[in-house]
């Protein structure tokens, strides 16, 4: 057996609040909306991973979702244009990433990431 896919199902009182965060800020297509749900996806191909964790890192949270971008400035900067505020950084991390964490609509704790080269 092996697994096909993951999905993180995140609980959401207002859908559209989801469509403006997710696709419109950070650039995921929708891939469906049924109005009482709405996934996104990436035309890229994307990695499956789960993580467990004690602590977020750096004495931080577990964030709920970790999203990995291609350029960090251009999501911080879409961020801070759309009033989104910043949790977090964005900082350089010992372990090779630079991130920032900012809540989405519903309040999750989000570590937006970049690896460096």
């Known amino acids: ?13 207002d859908i559209a609040a989801a469509k ?9 297509e929708s891939l469906m909306d049924f109005g009482w ?5 990436s035309s890229e191909t994307m990695q499956v ?23 960090l400035a251009e999501a911080l900067r879409r961020m801070q244009a759309a009033g989104v505020a ?11 990433v630079r991130r920032f964490f900012v809540r989405d609509p519903f309040g999750r704790l989000i570590n937006i990431l970049q690896h460096q080269s």
């Open 1 to 13: 057996m092996k697994v096909n896919r993951i999905v993180a199902n995140v609980a959401a009182s």
């Open 86 to 96: 910043i949790e977090y950084g964005p900082t350089d991390e010992p372990w090779g």
């Open 20 to 28: 403006s965060f997710y696709r419109d800020i950070l650039g995921l």
């Open 37 to 41: 749900v709405a996934t996104y996806d």
């Open 49 to 71: 991973q789960i993580s467990f964790a004690s602590e977020g890192g750096s004495g931080m949270p577990v964030p709920d979702l970790s999203i990995e971008v291609d350029d």
